[in-house]
């Protein structure tokens, strides 16, 4: 059983830069690949990016593709997603999710943190 919660949402500017944390917890918690999820008002979740329990990481939206990163930190147990040049279309719940391997299916992932809020908006 793991836990995972996030943190590091709020209100930016566009073209500035938030960085979201997720804390994972549970037996084993490195042995899990974690994804960032996102979920805009009338939409649907997608898939952001995500990281092997090695550290490989996968891009799952080409809206992001040199913006956001994704990095683990596994003796703080803190997956990371670093978000640069924020847009409102950026505007979402982001949520973490763990699950053995990497995947883009958001039914796919055993666990969830309750996610967090980031508005780009001026």
């Known amino acids: 059983q793991l836990q995972l919660v996030e943190s590091g949402g709020g209100l930016v500017q566009p073209g500035g830069s938030l960085r979201l944390s997720c804390v994972v917890s549970?037996?084993?918690?490195?042995?899990?690949?974690i994804g960032w999820f996102r979920q805009a008002p009338g939409k649907g979740r997608e898939g952001v990016l995500c990281?092997?329990?090695?550290?490989?990481?996968?891009n799952y939206a080409d809206s992001v593709k040199g913006r956001f990163t994704i990095s683990r930190d596994n003796a703080k147990k803190t997956v990371y997603l670093q978000m640069n040049s924020l847009k409102p279309e950026d505007t979402a719940v982001y949520s973490c999710?763990?699950?053995?391997?990497?995947?883009?299916?958001?039914?796919?992932?055993?666990?969830w943190g309750q996610g967090t809020q980031v508005t780009v908006s001026s």
């Open positions: 990281i092997s329990s090695t550290g490989g990481t996968t």
């Open positions: 999710a763990a699950r053995l391997w990497c995947s883009a299916g958001t039914n796919e992932y055993d666990y």
């Open positions: 549970g037996f084993r918690s490195d042995h899990y690949a």
